[in-house]
């Protein structure tokens, strides 16, 4: 399979165990420098426990994690944020009782350049119009798609180099998970990478430029990703098309 560039993350014969279930069972994946790949598969295929994996959030049954040319098997979340290593995850884990000010200064925790975090604040708002003008109020009083829009803008403030992004489009209204891929885009195109784990298989295969399909915690197919979007099987599954 194609990819742009050196490998930032390679996942080798990874395996998860999650509440004593194997949700992740001995997968390859690869995202280069600069790529957009999406995951994607149904509800319980594993999307989410291989981010887990990967971040140090679930531990790692067996296989590799390589991040940016180093084995990243097995550590801390913490250390990682501080390699370039964002996640956004799955529910967008806002921090209610703070402003979305505040929110943002705790994804700036790990950094003192206090001149360029005010230059990423501006950064983050120019993505964002909408948090700019709410800036003072709770994080916890927001609307489901602004309460995304904030945890991405949080993520973005530590400057990474790779962004995972777990279900950014969940439970939000069509025109706001629109604005959500279209931000996706957006930071993209400023030269982050990402892996984005996605159920709505159609937007993900739109916005990126290649794609693993998983199903029951193994990678069933690969590849560039407008040739997913008109494989049979991918169009059957996930697009609610017929098989041919």
Same mark, same amino acid.
């Given at each position: 399979m ?7 993350l390679e996942?080798k ?29 149904a ?31 097995? #550590? ?5 944020v ?5 996640m ?27 001149? =360029?975090? =005010?230059?990423?604040?501006?950064r ?11 800036r003072k ?11 995304q ?9 530590? =400057?990474? #180099? ?6 950014p ?6 025109l ?10 957006? /930071? ?6 990402i ?7 159609k937007?993900a ?13 193994? /990678? ?5 990703s407008?040739q997913?979007?008109s ?11 017929a098989a041919?």
């Open positions: 194609t990819m742009t560039g050196a490998a930032l996942l014969q990874l395996q998860v165990a999650y509440g004593g279930i194997q949700a992740v069972k001995g997968i390859d994946l690869i995202v280069g420098h600069g790529e957009l790949v999406c995951l994607i598969g509800n319980g295929a594993g999307k989410t426990t291989t981010l887990k994996g990967i971040t140090g959030l679930q531990p790692v049954k067996s296989g590799s994690i390589h991040y940016d040319g180093e084995d990243i098997t097995g #550590k801390p979340a913490f250390r990682l501080r390699r370039g290593l964002s956004v995850p799955e529910g967008r884990g806002v921090f209610g009782a703070l402003s979305i000010d505040e929110n943002l200064a705790m994804g700036a925790y790990t950094r003192t350049d206090q001149a =360029r975090i =005010r230059e990423d604040v501006d983050v708002f120019a993505l964002f119009p909408r948090l700019k003008e709410r109020q709770t994080a916890g009083t927001l609307s489901g798609g602004e309460q829009m904030l945890a991405m803008g949080r993520a973005m403030m530590s =400057r990474p #180099k790779l962004l995972l992004l777990d279900e489009s969940m439970g939000l209204a069509p706001m998970v629109q604005k959500v891929f279209e931000t996706v885009l957006a /930071i993209a195109r400023e030269g982050v990478t892996l984005l784990i996605e159920q709505n298989a937007l295969l739109e916005v990126s430029t290649r794609g693993y399909v998983m199903e029951s915690g193994e /990678i069933t197919l690969s590849g560039a407008r997913l979007l494989d049979p099987k991918v169009r059957a599954a996930y697009l609610g098309e041919m």
